[in-house]
């Protein structure tokens, strides 16, 4: 399994894609390429905020990217929670925190460019 984070979403629904071509290679060859609900939080107060363009509304983006690219969305849920407020300290964003639980909990890559996932033993694709 592969989980985009939320930087990895929004380069992967770029238009040409900002991902390199072995990340995307991988990411055609993966059966599972998943992408956390947690990315919504991320997302829809910067498009509410006008830090984020996006070419339609944020719900019917993110609808659309999602089956486009036939992505699963990962549940926020209690074991997610406990397992992202258990983290040591080395990242302090909760949002990553939950996406970093998910792929431990799911032996996952990640594409991001955070090198900090690695601190955690998670495996990242850029």
């Known amino acids: 399994m592969i989980i985009l984070d939320t930087c990895g979403l929004l380069w992967l629904a770029?238009?040409?894609?900002?991902?390199?071509?072995?990340?995307?290679?991988?990411l055609d060859q993966e059966p599972v390429v998943a992408v956390s609900a947690i990315s919504e939080l991320e997302i829809f107060p910067k498009w509410l905020a006008r830090k984020l363009e996006l070419p339609i509304p944020v719900r019917e983006w993110w609808n659309g990217v999602v089956a486009h690219h036939q992505l699963e969305?990962?549940?926020?849920?209690?074991n997610a929670a406990f397992r992202a407020a258990e983290l040591p300290p080395i990242h302090r964003d909760p949002a990553d925190r939950f996406i970093i639980?998910?792929?431990?909990r799911?032996?996952?890559?990640?594409?991001?460019?955070?090198?900090?996932?690695?601190?955690?033993?998670?495996e990242i694709l850029c």
């Open 101 to 104: 639980a998910t792929a431990q």
């Open 73 to 78: 969305v990962l549940p926020v849920d209690e």
């Open 14 to 26: 770029g238009s040409p894609p900002a991902l390199s071509a072995e990340t995307l290679a991988r």
């Open 106 to 122: 799911y032996g996952a890559f990640v594409v991001t460019s955070d090198v900090r996932f690695c601190e955690y033993g998670v």
